[in-house]
Each structure stands twice: as C-alpha cells, then as structure tokens.
C-alpha cells in the first residue's frame, strides 16, 4: 500500500454502507487522496453477526490484501502473492505477528477513559513504545476533534468534517501514525483498522460496549 501513506501522518478511515455494496470503509489520507478500500467478505450471512469472512483491502495503487479471520482467535493477512504478511492474534489485546515470526505491534486500549464518541486505542511497538493511535469513532461529532499529530504541531483541520451517520455500530477509524512505517507495519495497521469497522465483535475486550452494539 504506498501512494499518499508516507506523506501522512493520519488516515481516515470511514465506513459507507449502500444496497450494492457491502460494508465498506474509506481509507484517505487527505482531500481526494484516496489511500485504499476495505470490504467486508461475501461469508457473513447477517452485517454484524455470524461467521467471520475473508476481508479485502484494495489499494489505490492496485495491491490487495486479504484477511482471513474463520478463526476468531486469529486473522491471517495475505497479500496478493499468497505470502502470509502477518498474523492477528486476539486475547485481552491483539498482537500482531509477521512472517518468520517477529512481533509487529500490540494494540491496547488507551488508559484514558472513552468517551461516548471515540475509543481511543494503542498501538505499541515491541518494547511497549506507543508509534500510532487508533481512534475508534462511533458518533458524528467523534469526528470533530482537534488533533495535534506531529512534533511541529500542525493541525489538520480537514479531518474535523464530521457528516452523517451511517445504521452500523462503529463509523470509521482515524490512525494518527507518529513514524515512518514501514510496509509490513502499513499492512498490519489498515488490517486492523478494516477489521474494527466491518467485524467490531472480534474487539469487545478493548472497545466500550457502546462501540460493539449489533
């Protein structure tokens, strides 16, 4: 997934949900820079229950990633070759593992306290260094927060839009990144953010129950 992603430090991520298409969230990294697709899977008999599916990411620039979570307990993601990028390993947080079997990153909840809008999650690295966020937002005004996301102190007042909402539980995810990341660490990051926003049971242990209604 290149494109935009590495002159960013934020991807936007929001669901849209229509008769002929199934859930979908839009990956953006500004205004008009679409960053990549994510769709939930075909398997999946009702929009938030039943078995997990295999997911897809499509790319701007045309990679595709697929994610296989049939088994809760872990989501295999896929790049287009067959090569096994990485693994999501679900518990009380998810760990993400890449081939040959290095740790990528932990996601954790925030210690700070939710607020009825946004979960705030957090990406560790592994030695428990917090390099990104993940904001899980479930309201429209979720999306109005101001955001310091970088040491200059810039703020992107483009990502204060907020619109309506969609009938789905979660609205989209916001990742503020405060690195460079590399692609295995892309890759792992919009599996997860895909994976909250069209499967948010497989989260309950690190979301509010207000995030996880179905």
Sequence with gaps: MSGPWNMSRMVEGRVVRDAS???RILFRTGPGQLLAVGERGPESKLPWRGRAARHRITGADGSILELDGRDRARTTV???NGAQAGVLLHGTSVTAVAEPGGTVCHLVADPAPATPDVDVLSVLDPCGTEFART???RTPAGWARGHTVDAAGHTYVWWD???LAPAVPVLGTR???CRDLDRTEREILLALCTEIAVDPTRYNRLLTPAATLH
């Design 78 to 80: 896929l790049r287009e």
């Design 175 to 177: 990742l503020v990144i």
């Design 21 to 23: 298409h199934p859930v």
């Design 135 to 137: 904001e899980v937002v």
């Design 161 to 163: 839009r907020t619109g």
